[in-house]
């Protein structure tokens, strides 16, 4: 069962916590997240798997900054979140994936416990010119049936960042 954004509002601060919280991001069924000015990419063209591939940041300046398609750009939320009791999930919204921007690529499910900003997966078909602080994708909540384990996994947990992939760290068990 999906929460209902009134639900979502019920539980801020007791079950859900995100930080900062603003009534307007509320949604029917999920609430909107904003887009950090600080965005990460990857310096090579080809990636390993098994290695620390270099990033480099910069920042979206208030006047926007335009997009390249075909190259993949690490952002981050706004807004810290966590919970124990429900199933996070995000999705990119309606509009801005209707502009061929894709935020989320491939990892939206997240899992119980997890706390922290959530990195991004942004990339577009065509250039779009982005900004700062945009309500650019929408976290809703699924309850949960039965025993469960919550996330404690430290590769991505309490991030303070836009975090790269750390799949590499699996190679090295």
């Given at each position: 069962?999906?929460?209902?954004?009134?639900?979502?509002?019920?539980?801020?601060?007791k079950e859900i916590f995100i930080e900062p919280f603003s009534e307007k991001q509320v949604n029917p069924n999920s609430y909107n997240l904003r887009l950090h000015n600080e965005l990460l990419v990857y310096?090579?063209?080809?990636?390993?798997?098994?290695?620390?591939n270099k990033t480099k940041n910069f920042f979206i300046p208030p006047e926007g900054l335009v997009l390249e398609p075909g190259k993949l750009y690490l952002g981050r939320t706004v807004e810290y979140t966590k919970t124990n009791?429900?199933?996070?999930?995000?999705?990119?919204?309606?509009?801005?994936?209707?502009?061929?921007l894709f935020i989320h690529v491939t990892a939206g499910f997240g899992d119980i416990?997890?706390?922290?900003?959530?990195?991004?997966?942004?990339?577009?078909?065509?250039?779009?010119k982005i900004?700062?602080?945009?309500?650019?994708c929408q976290i809703?909540?699924?309850?949960?049936e039965g025993d469960y384990d919550k996330y404690?996994?430290?590769?991505?947990q309490n991030n303070r960042g836009i975090q790269k992939s750390l799949i590499y760290e699996e190679f090295e068990k």
């Open positions: 069962m999906i929460l209902s954004g009134k639900e979502i509002k019920n539980k801020i601060g310096e090579n063209k080809t990636l390993d798997m098994k290695s620390d009791q429900y199933v996070p999930m995000l999705e990119g919204r309606s509009s801005i994936g209707r502009l061929g416990g997890f706390s922290g900003y959530w990195t991004l997966e942004i990339f577009c078909v065509q250039p779009v900004y700062p602080d945009v309500e650019i809703y909540y699924h309850s949960i404690s996994s430290g590769k991505y």
